[in-house]
Every structure is written in C-alpha cells, then in structure tokens.
C-alpha cells in the first residue's frame, strides 16, 4: 500500500462548489503539506501542519482552508471553487530523519467549470 | 526570499548519453539543501538526490549526480547514461535554514521536460 494517499484522484466540479481534498500518510510523519502544480509553474505550498495543533498559511492560501484531523490526515478544503483553481493537488509528508526530502502523494486532478 | 530558477523548459538526449539538467539558486541564508525531483507521466513526485549546502563532495546516487558549485550558486543535476524510464519533468527545489536554524519551507523550480530519445 502507498505511504501517503490522496482521495479522490480525479474530480470535477462546478464554480461556487465546496470541495475536499483529504490526504492520509502512513509514514508517521508529523509533518504535512498541500502543495498545487500549474503547468510552467512548478509547485506551489499553500498549507503546512507540523503537528494536529500547528497550522500554518504557505505561498498562496487564499480560497484554501485545511483541517489536520490527526497525526496522519490533512485535508484541504476549497470553500467556493472557482475555475482558477483548476490544477494538480499534491499532499506531501516529511519526517525528522535523513535530510528531510518531502515524500508527495500521487496527486489530486481537480477541474472547476 | 528563497528562488529557484530552471532556464530549461525543455531538453532532449539521445538514450545512453549523459545530460545536465540546469538550476540556479537565489538566498540569503548561508545554511540550505538542494533537492531534485522526478515527476513521470504518471504524476507522482520522486525524490532523486540532495545537497547540501555544506557538504563538501558533490551527492551522488546510482546515475544522478549533483554538481554543485557554491560560488555560482547552482546545482545541476547530471543523469549518466540516459534510458528511456528517465523521460520525466524534473523539479530543482531549495530549503533554507534562517540564521535561528528554523526550516524555511521548501521552494520548487518551474521545473525541466525531459525526453530521451531511442
């Protein structure tokens, strides 16, 4: 089984919709980020979490919210979609040990019309 | 503030070539890590190799190495001998370490299409 999911892997939804994006690790890591791909633009952090009671604002949380439920979920809430936020969604974990490199989820594929 | 810069959109190799994939580092901070990432057709990020910014040997992993040069402040990353698996966007990203030793969050390029050629 994969360390760290992503559900759902593909979604479509409409402009005004609420939408989650829910992420679980495995890894038992304490921290955990929400990152969004565009194309030429690399990747992009919105939220972070270093642990449930630690939550913190990335390069572009506007029209975001996230909720850490427990040491190993994250979830990323669109309260209003709308059609720029259409992109790729990645969940990412990281422990203390090694040097700290991120382990990503495969990814959330999310389309607003 | 922390940038990454990667000049090339895209490359192409001819399969069991070696080919430098470009990155350029902006910080302040004199404490940093270097990191590639290959993201496949697929889409899922892989973790390849990291640098960091005090250790003295360029990092080297299997047939990904890091030429690193402080001075310059870049970090290519050199794929020796490329196979056809190795078509993929590849990501340069940076960690800093402000002066009080907390973390920065980690800063991805816009990333390099790969394609190595059969």
């Known amino acids: 089984d994969a360390d760290v999911t992503q559900t759902p892997r593909n979604r479509i939804t409409k402009t005004g919709k609420r939408i989650m994006l829910e992420c679980s690790q495995t890894?038992?890591?304490?921290?955990m980020y929400w990152y969004r791909q565009d194309p030429g633009l690399g990747l992009r952090l919105i939220y972070y979490?270093?642990?449930?009671?630690?939550?913190n604002k990335g390069e572009i949380s506007d029209g975001y919210s996230v909720s850490r439920q427990a040491q190993a979920k994250f979830s990323l809430s669109l309260e209003s979609a709308i059609p720029n936020q259409t992109a790729l969604y990645f969940c990412?974990?990281?422990?203390?040990?090694?040097?700290?490199?991120?382990?990503f989820g495969p990814g959330t594929r999310l389309t607003v019309l | 503030a922390q940038k990454i810069t990667q000049t090339q959109p895209g490359m192409f190799v001819q399969e069991k070539e070696a080919v430098t994939l470009d990155c350029t580092y902006d910080?302040?901070?004199?404490?940093?890590?270097l990191f590639w990432y290959k993201q496949p057709s697929s889409g899922e990020m892989i973790f390849l190799i990291y640098?960091?910014?005090?250790?003295?040997q360029n990092a080297t992993e299997g047939r990904y190495s890091l030429n690193f040069q402080k001075a310059r402040k870049s970090a290519n990353l050199v794929i020796s001998a490329s196979q056809l698996g190795d078509s993929a966007m590849y990501f340069c990203?940076?960690?800093?370490?402000?002066?009080?030793?907390?973390?920065?969050?980690?800063?991805f390029g816009s990333g390099t299409q790969l394609t190595v050629l059969p």
């Open positions: 890894k038992g890591h304490d921290r």
């Open positions: 910080t302040s901070d004199q404490s940093y890590g």
């Open positions: 979490s270093f642990d449930v009671k630690d939550i």
């Open positions: 990203a940076m960690r800093a370490f402000s002066s009080s030793g907390s973390a920065r969050q980690l800063t």
């Open positions: 990412a974990t990281a422990g203390l040990a090694g040097v700290g490199e991120q382990f």
């Open positions: 640098q960091g910014s005090y250790d003295e």
